[in-house]
């Protein structure tokens, strides 16, 4: 029903910057939820970032300060800016939208390689 389209990706320096963008498609009511998360090999996925579609945000402490996640509801996309990028950010970084219609539902997209580079 909802496909998610992850871009943005790629490599920068520490200290650089990326701006990572989410594409909702489908048939969509609402997203409740959208939000990003990482993997890197050797850990589980942990929670980047999320937003509500009132704009309540949270954010995972290692991130908080650094990174700032936005999203244009027009548009079902979300964004996350990412500044004072470290090596640790290192991560493929997927994008997830929680729906309620028709039925409560996690989607995921298929990742973005993020790569930091000391």
């Known amino acids: 029903q909802v496909h998610l389209v992850e871009s943005g990706g790629g490599s920068v320096q520490a200290g650089g910057s990326l701006r990572l963008s989410c594409a909702a498609s489908g048939i969509i009511f609402s997203i409740k939820n959208m939000g990003w998360y990482r993997q890197a090999p050797g850990k589980q996925r942990e929670m980047v970032a999320s937003i509500t579609d009132g704009g309540t945000t949270v954010y995972g402490d290692s991130v908080n300060g650094r990174f700032t996640i936005s999203r244009d509801n027009a548009k079902n996309t979300v964004y996350l800016e990412m500044n004072t990028l470290k090596p640790e950010d290192t991560a493929i970084y997927y994008c997830?939208?929680?729906?309620?219609?028709?039925?409560?539902?996690?989607?995921w997209g298929q990742g973005t390689q993020v790569t930091v580079s000391s």
């Open positions: 997830k939208a929680h729906v309620t219609r028709p039925k409560m539902y996690d989607y």
